[in-house]
């Protein structure tokens, strides 16, 4: 028996239902678009089923400003733990019914002649617009090196740790420092862990600032609203890690200097492993100035528009190193070390292979502007620094989603039919393929 999906056509597909699928859906359902969101687990499994237990977020909750539902609790400059960022996201497509189905995955997106012919696992679904919300991280990325560690040492990459208690007892080697990495080497630090740290080269930043969070002074600044077309080069901007700094326990910066007084080992970046031996860049001092110099860079321009704005925040003293390495370690020998257990904390990549429509480019990026792609009727949402900042988080989306949702609502009242068109000439065999579908019920 088919699925009730099978076969249907709709006039906006909305394939991811995170916080951009249900922000897209709120914005088309405002313009009285109908459309249907396609989710293959569940409404806010990203943050319950990828995340650690003691994970909050870092950004204070008054930035959680999905379209018509911004954060009501009673903890604005608090930061949500892990199961009340689920039920915030859960309980908005609630609380506006929004229609998603769970447990339904898009499995392959072509485009024909007559429209999107979207197959998923439930069937095959028609629409002249599809909005591809997927994640901005979608598969964890490990490098290949893991293969030549050996086989009795426990590995995970950061999206599978849960908690210190899932380790074998031991010593925890954790590799990378983007937020991830540092908040996990935080949380077996603090549970009594040894850990030993590959410092990468991502930034970080402190959590206040002569009186407030930093994040309240740069949104004040106009920070969060800077589109990517004001940088000369977007790609820098787009693929840099994110600043490091945690909303734990009420929030606080992470020094990684501070945890190695207290016992934390930290190295540089890890490069090889060989013999029983993890092999270091000579670069741990470098990352450790550098992320202290990009702090410190954010609090001059905070000091600047003190300065200009004539505002009376309190004088705070600036940071001074706690610490500083001997010298940057080159190797560390796994029988020796004590090591039981690694969590690769090295990031995320995107899979987009299902999607059949030449629109991306050597990295497989989806080339966009703004969302808006070259095949007329096909939008990203959710993308790190699609437009601006917040673009692929809860700050951002919303902004992001009212402007597709406005290119939307275009083709949808100029009467488009069926018919796709590319906005930069058709590419070569766009349009051969042979399995087209025609929809059997009009939703
Ligand atoms: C460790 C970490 C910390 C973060 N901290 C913050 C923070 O403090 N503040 C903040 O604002 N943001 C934060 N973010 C960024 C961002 O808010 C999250 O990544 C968020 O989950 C993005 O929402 P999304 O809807 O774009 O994607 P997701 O939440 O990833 O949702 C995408 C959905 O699409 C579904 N899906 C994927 N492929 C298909 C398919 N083929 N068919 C159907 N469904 C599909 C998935 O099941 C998923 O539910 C953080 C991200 C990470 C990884």
Redesign the pocket.
């Known amino acids: 028996m088919s699925h009730p999906l099978d076969g249907r056509h709709h006039s906006v597909l909305v394939?991811?239902?995170?916080?951009?699928?249900l922000s897209m859906s709120y914005c088309l359902r405002a313009r009285g678009i109908d459309h249907l969101v396609?989710?293959?687990?569940e409404?806010g499994?990203?943050?319950r089923d990828r995340?650690w237990d003691m994970f909050c977020?870092?950004?204070p909750n008054w930035?959680c400003q999905l379209p018509g539902f911004p954060y009501r609790g009673g903890d604005p400059e608090g930061f949500m733990g892990r199961a009340e960022i689920v039920s915030y996201v859960q309980e908005y497509a609630r609380t506006f019914g929004l229609p998603v189905v769970e447990g339904?995955?898009?499995?392959r997106l072509r485009v024909t002649p007559h429209g999107f012919l979207v197959r998923t696992s439930q069937g095959d679904l028609t629409a002249d617009q599809v909005v591809v919300?997927?994640?901005?991280?979608?598969v964890p990325l490990i490098p290949r090196m893991t293969e030549r560690l050996p086989e009795s040492l426990v590995q995970l990459h950061s999206s599978q740790y849960r908690n210190p208690g899932q380790l074998p007892a031991g010593e925890v080697l954790v590799v990378g420092t983007g937020?991830?990495g540092c908040q996990i080497a935080e949380d077996l630090h603090l549970a009594g862990r040894r850990v030993h740290l590959s410092v990468g080269s991502a930034p970080r930043v402190a959590r206040r600032y002569r009186g407030r969070d930093v994040v309240a002074w740069l949104d004040e600044m106009g920070y969060y609203r800077r589109g990517i077309d004001e940088f000369a080069d977007a790609d820098a901007v787009r693929f840099r890690a994110n600043h490091y700094v945690t909303?734990r326990d009420g929030g606080h910066d992470i020094d990684l200097r501070a945890f190695a007084l207290e016992g934390m080992r930290l190295y540089g970046r890890l490069s090889g492993i060989d013999s029983g031996f993890l092999r270091f860049r000579p670069d741990l001092r470098k990352n450790l100035d550098a992320a202290d110099a990009v702090s410190e860079g954010i609090k001059s321009s905070i000091d600047a528009y003190i300065a200009e704005q004539r505002i009376g925040a309190p004088a705070e003293e600036r940071y001074t190193p706690v610490w500083e390495p001997d010298a940057d370690p080159a190797e560390l020998s796994l029988s020796d070390s004590g090591i039981t257990s690694v969590v690769w904390s090295t990031g995320?990549g995107r899979d987009h292979r299902?999607i059949d429509v030449p629109i991306f480019d050597g990295r497989g990026y989806p080339t966009h502007d703004r969302g808006v792609t070259s095949c007329e009727g096909l939008y990203f949402l959710?993308l790190p620094w699609q437009y601006t900042w917040g673009s692929?988080?809860?700050?951002g989306?919303a902004a992001d989603a009212e402007f597709l949702a406005s290119r939307i609502e275009l083709l949808y009242r100029g009467g488009k039919s069926h018919e796709v068109r590319w906005l930069a000439g058709v590419p070569r065999g766009s349009y051969e393929n042979d399995d087209w579908v025609a929809p059997r019920t009009v939703a």
Do not use: K, M
């Open positions: 394939i991811g239902g995170g916080q951009a699928g396609l989710e293959r687990d409404v499994h990203e943050w995340r977020l870092v950004t930035q339904v995955g898009a499995t919300a997927t994640g901005p991280y979608q937020q991830s909303g995320f299902w959710g692929g988080r809860f700050c989306v």
